[in-house]
């Protein structure tokens, strides 16, 4: 490996980053390809990390965003092209053959990752170098220094490492997906006279040491802003731990697997069985992405491609550390003053002046808009639910959990105490998997009723009932979230929550988890919106009503956020709808697939996305209805899948205020942001809002941190 400085001062030469077409050449297509488009995302990811004027360890955690969000791309997208390329039977509808996709693919993450490691070598590792956290190449130490790295190699890290060799008696060594190897060179300084029954050792041959999980990847001794990375330490010592290794000959690399393994579950008898099966398979999918040290020899780099049985096209040389989500590691150092100011919480007035969340919730519905308003006001509400002794049953769908859960203890305390507890799992949620199987067996074993969903669908809803005795009758609350029950990710996510009380809600809850449980045949629901039965019919029906309110001679007017929009038929709707003179807003954090602006197609449809500190997810569709507005929230996107693979609620909000609220201020912040918002061109690349001459910098989410949250009901009405 090479011992140059990942952090270098001179500025790099100037490189162009081309977009590429997001159509083939034959035909522009009416939709953008969503592989492209998601990269475009990555685009806007790598934009806030080249920011300036973002605090520098909050850029760095965009520089790890990004690395682990091109993981997951490789892992679940590129890896199920791949597998499609045997099976073409014609283009997607897009127009673009698979093959095609996936060479504009890599020429577009090469770019991207070319550019990550420039804005992290150049400008962000130097800044934070003066600001006085270092990560130092070990030719840079000082000689104390490098005897303090040393004993620390000795001590810590040799203990730990095991080489392996690959000769005619070693084969080629299993490659853990995600893990940092370092590829080396050896050479016998002398040779095993030939005996019988045993081959003369090589004269030269491959040797793979891994490093450990358990090992930190930024050692740090002395000062504790001093770290070096711990594969540059262990390839200057590399000769203590393989004697024959070849000077100079030790390069990192890393794999990634396809981990899009899918359980057959009409076939298994036992869902949550085959699902530890399947995690079990998946650190033995195939290889899609060799990424290696820049300087790695071309001989060495062919010999792990043939090994590991890929192309050319599917090995990344990167300029620098291999695997930069680490960097999550330093932008977690306690420097105040190089990271944004922390969010201040805001308690909506009718809870603050509430004995009883029940109470405040009977009185009125109640948003919740997450991180602006402490997500601990749901922990809250489930553990005076758990507590208060008129509480009779409590019911949840629980799509990510995280592992240190505070909701599932809750929930098994309650059953403990003698609810009725019934939580619906999702242990097919990609990644979350082990976790939620862990927390479905301890709920299981404390008496609750656990569910795994519906055979062919994920349950993504995120919906509580809680049912209360109250003056003799039996009343039903309802919590209708965009956002998992997950302390830990709400802290930087955007969701909204919503709070009710209303009866038909209720009912429709009541309804939703008897479908859930026992699989009954519905045809709809009279409040909730509930995919696969409705959503995508009421969506359509929604937006051809605004088409229906201009032939009639009113106006017509959509505004949706959301995180992805995908499917063909929607877009096709809008597109319908934007030809008919409706005027419509989409605001779309990640994929996107329809082209706006296009003249006589989609001249009445803008799109925007909101990239800035927190990952926007929330998500709410509002539709004009001639003056008579109907705005929902809930958990789904306008993806296929949440469409039609999975089990999705959407609530509508009838609540004036609210209504007003979110239409009034909580879209209108986002169409109003010109800091953080980019535009969606026809082509499928985005840039920067215009602004005009002495137009006042608007930050969407700043304004909501800013916004007097407690009265703001108060001032929509």
């Known amino acids: 490996m090479s011992s140059e400085h990942y952090a270098r001062a001179e500025e790099p030469r100037a490189v162009s980053f081309p977009p590429i077409s997001l159509a083939s050449s034959a035909t522009v297509s009416n939709f953008i390809n969503r592989d492209l488009s998601l990269i475009e995302f990555f685009v806007r990811v790598l934009e806030e990390a080249q920011d300036p004027g973002i605090p520098l360890l909050e850029r760095l955690k965009f520089i790890a965003i990004l690395a682990s969000n091109l993981d997951e791309f490789f892992m679940i997208r590129v890896s199920g092209l791949k597998e499609r390329l045997g099976l073409e039977a014609g283009p997607p509808i897009d127009g673009i053959s698979t093959r095609e996709l996936l060479s504009h693919i890599r020429t577009r993450v090469s770019g991207l990752v070319d550019e990550q490691m420039r804005c992290l070598r150049f400008d962000l590792l130097p800044a934070l170098s003066a600001a006085g956290i270092s990560i130092k190449s070990i030719d840079s130490l000082t000689n104390d220094e490098r005897c303090k790295a040393d004993k620390y190699f000795r001590e810590r890290i040799y203990p730990l490492l095991t080489p392996q060799a690959v000769d005619p008696t070693h084969p080629f060594p ?8 370092l590829g080396l060179r050896a050479k016998p300084a002398f040779r095993h006279k030939r005996l019988r029954g045993f081959a003369r050792v090589a004269e030269e041959f491959f040797v793979r040491v891994k490093i450990p999980s358990s090992v930190p990847r930024f050692i740090s001794f002395g000062s504790a802003t001093t770290f070096v990375l711990v594969e540059d330490l262990i390839s200057v010592n590399i000769t203590d731990l393989v004697p024959d290794a070849v000077q100079g000959s030790c390069f990192a690399f890393r794999i990634t697997r396809d981990a899009d393994i899918e359980v057959r579950e009409a076939e298994t008898a036992d869902l949550l069985e085959a699902m530890e099966e399947n995690l079990k398979l998946r650190r033995f999918g195939d290889v899609v992405r060799l990424a290696v040290d820049k300087n790695m020899p071309h001989e060495m780099t062919e010999y792990l491609s043939d090994s590991l049985a890929i192309l050319p096209e599917d090995i990344y040389a990167i300029d620098g550390p291999l695997d930069a989500s680490a960097f999550f590691e330093i932008s977690d150092i306690d420097r105040p003053d190089l ?153 930087f996510y955007t969701d909204l929550s919503l709070l009710t009380a209303n009866n038909l809600v209720g009912e429709d809850a009541t309804e939703l988890f008897n479908y859930l449980t026992v699989y009954s045949q519905r045809t709809g629901f009279r409040e909730l919106v509930v995919a696969p039965i409705y959503l995508r019919q009421k969506m359509i029906e929604l937006i051809r009503r605004e088409i229906g309110h201009i032939r009639q001679g009113g106006t017509g007017r959509i505004i949706a956020k959301m995180n992805r929009l995908a499917d063909a038929e929607l877009v096709n709707t809008l597109y319908e709808a934007s ?34 500190r927190l990952l926007e997810h929330s998500r709410v569709y509002f539709f004009g209805n001639g003056g008579q507005p109907e705005v929902f929230t809930g958990s789904s996107d306008w993806m296929p899948r949440n469409l039609d693979r999975r089990v999705e609620v959407l609530v509508p909000v009838h609540d004036p205020r609210i209504r007003n609220y979110l239409c009034g201020e909580f879209l209108a912040a986002y169409l109003k942001d010109n800091v953080k918002a980019r535009v969606l061109r026809s082509d499928g690349i985005y840039e920067r809002v215009a602004r005009n001459s002495g137009e006042l910098d608007f930050d969407s989410q700043l304004s909501f941190q800013e916004m007097a949250n407690i009265v703001q009901f108060e001032k929509a009405q």
């Open 339 to 491: 990271k944004d100011r922390p969010i201040s919480h805001a308690v909506p007035k009718q809870l603050a002046a509430a004995g009883s969340i029940f109470d405040a919730i009977a009185q009125n519905d109640i948003l919740l808009h997450h991180p602006y308003m402490p997500y601990s006001l749901i922990t809250d509400f489930i553990r005076e639910a758990v507590d208060d002794p008129d509480v009779l049953a409590i019911k949840m769908c629980l799509y990510r959990m995280g592992a240190e859960s505070p909701i599932a203890p809750l929930l098994i305390k309650a059953s403990e105490q003698g609810k009725q507890v019934t939580v619906l799992i999702e242990i097919k949620a990609r990644f979350d998997e082990a976790n939620n199987i862990e927390w479905a067996k301890r709920l299981e074993r404390a008496g609750v009723h656990v569910i795994y969903g519906l055979v062919g669908l994920k349950t993504h809803c995120k919906t509580t009932l809680i049912v209360r005795r109250e003056l003799g009758k039996l009343v039903r609350y309802i919590h209708v979230a965009t956002g998992n029950y997950n302390p830990d990710t709400s802290a």
């Open 579 to 612: 030809q008919a003179g409706v005027e419509i807003d989409l605001i779309v954090r990640g994929i996107c697939t329809l082209r706006p602006g296009v003249p006589g197609l989609s001249d009445n449809i803008r799109v925007r996305s909101v990239v800035g």
């Open 174 to 181: 299993y490659i853990s997906g995600g893990s940092i190897n």
